[in-house]
């Protein structure tokens, strides 16, 4: 099953990944979760004064941050009918943010590119990461996906997600 992704770019710097890799990555995920449902995904590459405001309209921080996910539905919506696509979201990226943010955490900016695109549908797919037991089982799942993609032990020096209560605050 491959998923539909559409792109728009907002006033940023090129993104680590190509729409071809971003959508792989998509595919990737969707069939370890075996969503068997055709999707449909925006992603969206913003600046950081962009992702600023979207921050602030979506969450209430009024600050830049690495990304977004806006969900709309999801492939086992009752409200779908069989076969009938599904438009899971959004993820919102911010490059400049992200590039930063990788030096911070001593990765490169491809690996937290494809971490965030991982993080962001996951997301988009009913993870979550507020309580420390959900944070676990999403960081693993980041990590196996994140392997399956760029390949094996990619991660094993970096701390996975860095959006637990009190982290991205």
């Known amino acids: 099953m491959a998923c539909e ?3 728009a770019y907002d006033g940023c710097s090129a993104c680590a990944l190509g729409e071809s890799q971003i959508t792989h990555a998509c595919d990737v995920v969707l069939a370890a979760e075996n969503v068997s449902r ?19 309209e979506w969450r ?20 779908l009918a069989a076969g009938e696509p599904c438009e899971l979201g959004d993820i ?24 965030l695109i991982v993080h962001g549908l996951l997301h988009l797919l009913g993870y979550d990461h507020l309580e420390e037991e959900e ?7 980041e990590d196996r996906l994140v392997s399956m993609i760029l390949g ?16 991205d605050e």
Request: aromatic share 4%.
């Open 60 to 79: 209430g921080q009024d600050r830049a941050t690495d990304v977004l996910s806006i969900e709309c539905e999801r492939p086992d919506d009752v409200g």
């Open 92 to 115: 919102v990226l911010a490059p400049d943010y992200i590039a930063q943010q990788a030096k911070s955490y001593g990765t490169t900016v491809t690996t937290e590119t494809t971490l």
């Open 5 to 7: 992704v559409d792109f």
């Open 38 to 56: 055709p999707c449909f995904i925006s992603v969206t590459v913003v600046s950081n004064a962009r992702m600023r405001e979207l921050n602030a």
């Open 135 to 141: 944070a676990h089982r999403m960081e693993e799942r």
């Open 152 to 167: 094996e032990g990619v991660l094993s020096a970096t701390t996975v997600t860095r959006h637990r209560k009190g982290v």
